[in-house]
């Protein structure tokens, strides 16, 4: 399985963008799969973003995206957004999504070993 990511850019504060993250294959049409999106910010070690299961529960999110974020998936093509709003400096980062054929329970969606595919990162630069 390949992830697709694309969306990322150059933007200013209090801007947005709309990140997109497609699988190769329809191995999430299952309906017990996870998706998630991270970030790696220049030297800093990957951080949990959002993620979004499809058997429900609800998406999940990290105290910096709650409120300015939101996570949702386009059921035909499985792909995973991730509707960026109100951009700061400090979410300039290189984003990955993320996924497995799990439903991981909420306490588990923010840990990237839980996953078993990765995508090839979108950059995303906030200018002051």
């Known amino acids: 399985v390949q992830l697709q990511a694309s969306g990322g850019g150059m933007v200013q504060a209090g801007g947005y963008v709309r990140l997109s993250c497609t699988p190769s294959?329809?191995?999430?049409?299952?309906?017990?799969?996870?998706m998630a999106w991270f970030q790696q910010a220049p030297g800093k070690e990957r951080e949990f973003v959002a993620a979004?299961?499809?058997?429900?529960?609800?998406?999940v999110y990290a105290d910096s995206a709650k409120g300015r974020f939101t996570v949702s998936r386009d059921i035909p093509t499985n792909t995973l957004y991730l509707q960026m709003n109100s951009l700061k400096p400090e979410d300039t980062a290189v984003y990955y999504c993320?996924?497995?054929?799990?439903?991981?329970?909420?306490?588990?969606?923010?840990?990237?070993?839980?996953?078993?595919?990765w995508g090839q990162g979108t950059q995303v630069t906030v200018s002051s």
């Open positions: 979004f299961r499809w058997s429900g529960g609800g998406p």
């Open positions: 993320a996924a497995t054929t799990r439903r991981l329970i909420t306490s588990r969606t923010s840990y990237g070993i839980d996953y078993d595919y």
């Open positions: 294959v329809r191995t999430f049409s299952s309906g017990s799969g996870t």
